[in-house]
């Protein structure tokens, strides 16, 4: 059942004037993609969690300088599969990442909810950034390929910034960018520890974007969505102290 939003505020309040937002498994089903590709490569689907955590170590070291995007994606590739226990050479290696890079590029999807909770916050004027840790030329190319480029105001990449979240200088960044203060802007993402704490930390409304229905309390100062469907009403009706 499709969620109704909430209408346009005639007099929207000044108190939230930003919403930033996480890009994969937030907007982009980043983790279905990366799933269905994992699984066709390996023959099952039980490999999500050591990619994950691959990646996330991987990535690291793109953003600290170490080293460039390319390099990283190889040597992500030969870990991942020297922790199933394969060694591959380099050919190897970028046979199958060729065929993970070409297979993903097909697969990539928005999620349901993304589209009208970006066209509500275009309505109300409220200003969006879009807050990611990746690298720059891949987040773009990704971003225009699913056709949501025209719904922000500003992109923060850790890749070109140079940090990543949860890093105050992050978020600090996007709201410099987007002229607002930290306390008039919603962070929104799927990650509780990188996103909505990390905003929280920073001096922003923290939200957390619970998906899956991951069980225990949000900690004091973040709420909790399980659905962007949700988000308007949460602005509306409690961010920014309306009536509801």
């Given at each position: 059942?499709?969620?109704?939003?909430?209408a346009?505020?005639?007099q929207?309040?000044a108190?939230?004037?930003?919403?930033?937002?996480?890009i994969?498994?937030?907007?982009i089903?980043?983790?279905g993609?990366?799933?269905?590709?994992l699984?066709?490569?390996i023959?099952?689907?039980?490999?999500?969690?050591?990619?994950?955590r691959t990646?996330?170590?991987?990535?690291?070291?793109?953003?600290s300088?170490?080293?460039?995007y390319?390099?990283?994606?190889?040597?992500?590739?030969?870990a991942f599969?020297?922790?199933?226990?394969e060694?591959?050479?380099?050919?190897?290696?970028?046979?199958?990442?060729?065929?993970?890079?070409?297979?993903?590029?097909?697969?990539?999807?928005?999620?349901?909810?993304?589209?009208p909770?970006l066209d509500?916050?275009?309505a109300?004027?409220?200003?969006?950034a879009a807050v990611?840790n990746?690298s720059?030329p891949?987040?773009r190319?990704k971003?225009?390929?699913?056709?949501l480029?025209?719904?922000?105001?500003?992109?923060?990449i850790?890749?070109?910034?140079?940090?990543?979240?949860p890093?105050?200088?992050?978020?600090?960044?996007?709201?410099?960018?987007?002229g607002v203060?930290?306390?008039e802007?919603?962070?929104?993402g799927d990650?509780?520890?990188?996103?909505?704490?990390?905003?929280?930390d920073a001096?922003?409304?923290?939200?957390?974007?619970n998906?899956?229905g991951?069980?225990?309390?949000?900690?004091?100062?973040?709420?909790?969505i399980?659905s962007?469907?949700e988000?308007?009403?949460?602005i509306?009706?409690e961010?920014?102290?309306?009536?509801?």
């Open positions: 059942m499709t969620s109704v939003l909430p346009v505020p005639a929207k309040t108190e939230i004037r930003a919403v930033c937002l996480d994969d498994d937030t907007l089903d980043y983790g993609s990366v799933r269905s590709v699984s066709a490569m023959g099952r689907d039980d490999a999500w969690p050591a990619w994950q990646t996330d170590e991987h990535v690291a070291r793109v953003i300088g170490e080293c460039d390319d390099t990283m994606r190889r040597e992500r590739t030969r599969f020297a922790d199933l226990g060694c591959l050479d380099d050919a190897e290696v970028d046979r199958r990442e060729q065929y993970r890079l070409d297979a993903m590029e097909q697969s990539w999807r928005v999620f349901e909810d993304t589209l909770c509500w916050l275009r109300t004027g409220i200003k969006v990611t990746a720059g891949h987040q190319a971003i225009a390929a699913v056709g480029s025209e719904f922000f105001d500003e992109v923060v850790a890749g070109e910034l140079g940090v990543a979240k890093d105050p200088a992050i978020f600090r960044t996007a709201c410099l960018d987007l203060d930290l306390a802007t919603v962070h929104v990650r509780l520890d990188l996103d909505a704490i990390g905003a929280r001096g922003m409304h923290g939200v957390w974007l998906r899956t991951e069980s225990g309390p949000a900690p004091s100062g973040v709420s909790t399980s962007l469907a988000l308007p009403e949460l509306v009706c961010l920014s102290g309306g009536v509801c």
